[in-house]
């Protein structure tokens, strides 16, 4: 129901105006109108839904107790005053539109030949990485290419508040604000179905978050910054993958997503580690780049950029 605020008001005076002095007069004008202000002003509040914003500490106890985290981990990154949940964040979680023109753009001259300069200007240290986990570099290339146009679209948004904000997705306060959100653009919303979409992705997201704080000896988590979606990095890895996969190309001692070698090795050992080997049939490579991404469009575009890698085509 709308909180729209009806008000009528009637002013009834039944003795004549030239009785009244013009001090009176005044007074009861400025009165009047006072009382008019407050009456708009109480009635525009009526059309806003308050939110109280839902705080990160909603869910630092739970994490306290969490092996390889507790209290103190909490207390540093998420205790923190501000630290909040945002439904913008959430709503574009939540509702996906995948768009076969998105992925149409990076078959496009341009886009390919920047792909081609990648392969030539890093041949050397990627040919000796490929005979090292037996992934093409091709493969890495359509991969940068697509994930974060090799660097340049690696995500703006704090990955923390990433996480918390999916964490606590499926609360009811934050759920009500997603779904309003969403019903301005699309009408049709489903409340319900909008709730079991946030109770699979609030478990996803927990997951991740524990992750996310697992890795503050190795990155800089409270500046680090991902995709909308929780990845990040020229290969826009997930904490998990980051924790499972990732590891060092350069020799440095160090993981680095952000730098070539590192993302790269890191990519082709997930590839290899998901069951990428030499020769394989089109269908078990289709397999193994959807445990990528589970998107069909994703998999067809990064086998088809392989294949024009491969030809030369121009």
Same mark, same amino acid.
């Given at each position: 129901?709308?909180a729209?605020?009806?008000v009528s008001?009637t002013l009834n005076i039944?003795?004549?105006m030239?009785k009244l002095s013009?001090?009176?007069?005044? *007074?009861?004008?400025?009165i009047?109108?006072?009382?008019?202000?407050?009456?708009f002003?109480f009635? *525009?509040?009526?059309?806003?839904?308050?939110?109280?914003?839902?705080?990160a500490?909603?869910?630092?106890?739970r994490?306290?107790?969490?092996?390889?985290?507790?209290?103190q981990?909490?207390?540093?990154?998420?205790?923190?005053?501000g630290?909040?949940?945002?439904? *913008?964040?959430?709503a574009k979680?939540?509702?996906?539109?995948?768009?076969?023109?998105s992925?149409?753009?990076?078959l496009?001259p341009q886009?390919?030949?920047?792909?081609?300069e990648?392969?030539?200007?890093?041949?050397?240290?990627?040919?000796k990485?490929e005979e090292?986990?037996s992934v093409? /570099?091709e493969l890495?290339a359509?991969?940068?290419? #697509?994930?974060?146009?090799?660097?340049?679209?690696?995500?703006?948004y704090p990955l923390?508040r #990433?996480f918390?904000?999916?964490?606590?997705?499926d609360r009811k306060?934050?759920l009500?604000?997603?779904?309003?959100?969403?019903?301005?653009q699309?009408p =049709?919303m489903?409340?319900?179905?909008?709730?079991?979409?946030?109770?699979r992705k609030?478990s996803?997201a927990y997951g991740q978050?524990?992750a996310?704080? /697992?890795m503050? =000896?190795?990155?800089?988590?409270?500046?680090?910054?991902g995709?909308?979606a929780?990845?990040?990095?020229?290969p826009?890895?997930?904490?998990?993958?980051f924790l499972?996969?990732?590891v060092d190309?350069?020799?440095?001692?160090?993981?680095?997503l952000y730098l070539?070698q =590192?993302?790269a090795?890191? #990519?082709?050992?997930?590839?290899?580690?998901?069951g990428? /080997?030499?020769k394989?049939?089109?269908? /078990?490579?289709?397999?193994v780049?959807?445990s990528?991404?589970?998107?069909k469009?994703?998999?067809?575009?990064i086998l088809?950029i392989? =294949?024009r890698?491969?030809?030369?085509d121009?």
């Amino acid at each position: 129901m709308s909180a729209l605020l009806s008000v009528s008001l009637t002013l009834n005076i039944d003795f004549p105006m030239k009785k009244l002095s013009y001090r009176h007069y005044s *007074a009861l004008l400025g009165i009047s109108l006072v009382f008019l202000s407050f009456l708009f002003l109480f009635a *525009a509040a009526a059309t806003v839904q308050a939110y109280e914003p839902v705080s990160a500490s909603v869910i630092a106890d739970r994490l306290s107790e969490e092996k390889g985290i507790g209290p103190q981990v909490v207390e540093r990154f998420l205790r923190v005053p501000g630290l909040t949940a945002d439904p *913008a964040i959430v709503a574009k979680n939540l509702k996906q539109v995948e768009k076969q023109a998105s992925y149409d753009y990076f078959l496009r001259p341009q886009p390919l030949d920047l792909a081609r300069e990648f392969l030539q200007n890093n041949l050397s240290w990627l040919a000796k990485m490929e005979e090292r986990f037996s992934v093409p /570099k091709e493969l890495v290339a359509a991969i940068f290419l #697509v994930e974060s146009h090799y660097g340049a679209n690696g995500g703006k948004y704090p990955l923390l508040r #990433v996480f918390i904000s999916l964490s606590l997705c499926d609360r009811k306060a934050l759920l009500r604000q997603t779904y309003d959100l969403l019903k301005k653009q699309y009408p =049709d919303m489903d409340y319900q179905w909008l709730a079991g979409r946030a109770a699979r992705k609030s478990s996803w997201a927990y997951g991740q978050l524990k992750a996310l704080l /697992k890795m503050r =000896d190795k990155v800089d988590i409270v500046h680090l910054k991902g995709s909308w979606a929780g990845a990040f990095g020229i290969p826009q890895f997930i904490p998990t993958s980051f924790l499972a996969y990732a590891v060092d190309g350069n020799g440095d001692g160090r993981i680095d997503l952000y730098l070539y070698q =590192d993302a790269a090795a890191s #990519v082709m050992n997930y590839l290899r580690r998901h069951g990428w /080997k030499g020769k394989m049939t089109p269908k /078990k490579e289709e397999k193994v780049i959807w445990s990528y991404n589970h998107s069909k469009l994703y998999v067809s575009t990064i086998l088809a950029i392989r =294949d024009r890698l491969r030809e030369g085509d121009h």
